[in-house]
């Protein structure tokens, strides 16, 4: 059993996520905001990979104040439970996703992390350990479902979705693509790590819509799931 797992991010129309210095970008205008605070609301969990926490310090709260009141009409929290992918267990304790807002929180850590770190993250999030160097997601996965995830939104960054993608843990990826150019070779893209190698490890998409949203394109593509030989 796992979640149904969505990826949304934004993109540079160059394929950039944030700048060579891992620096955020507002990639996104007011009505794609808009759009990923709904679906932010309506997901059960919404997770992001250390690097991402570093970098941007994101609360991953849902901002509308009627999405909110929705959420509560629901007997939900206002913000969907708050995971962070973080092996070492290096997220700081003022995190602005450990700080802001009510509602769970779960650091996935793995059993080489520092034992101080896993009992100071304690005080602020339920930790899970899985995995031995890195967090393993398919079990991470599991213990999500297992806390009654349903839906879960991953917002990023590269590595964390190449992990996800690797691992075949992602249904839908919902793709931002902004008026802008990044550019960089060394700049994050959507999904970074060390890359598939062979034409038949490539996960297949299925363009599932496209749509013009302020001055850009929103491609949904659902993930197929038969296993593709090489071409
Ligand atoms: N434009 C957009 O929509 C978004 C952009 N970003 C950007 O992405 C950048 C951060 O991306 P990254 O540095 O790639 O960090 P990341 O957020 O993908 O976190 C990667 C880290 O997760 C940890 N991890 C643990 N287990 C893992 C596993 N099994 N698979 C993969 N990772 C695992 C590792 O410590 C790894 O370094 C930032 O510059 C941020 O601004 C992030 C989210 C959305
Ligand atoms: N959808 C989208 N469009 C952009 O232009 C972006 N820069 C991002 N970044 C993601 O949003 C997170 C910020 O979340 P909070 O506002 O702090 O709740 C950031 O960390 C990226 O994950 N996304």
Redesign the pocket.
Known sequence: MRPYIFV????SADGK???RE????K?SGADDFKRVDEIKAGADAIM??????L??DPSLTVKSPDLKAARRARGEDEHPLRVV????A?TPLDADILCKGEGRRIVAV?AAAQAGRVEALREKAEVVVV?EQ????TLLMHELAARGVGRLMV??????????FR?GLVDELITYVGSIVIGGAGA?TPA??EGFAREDEFPRLELAGVERVDDGVLLRWVVKKEVHSAL
């Open positions: 949304n991010l934004a993109m996520i944030s700048t891992r620096r955020q970008v990639i992001v990979g250390i690097g991402t926490v970098g941007d992918v973080d092996s070492m290096r793995s995995g890195n967090t393993d997601l917002e990023g960054g590269g590595t964390l979705i190449w992990g996800l691992a994050p970074d790590g």
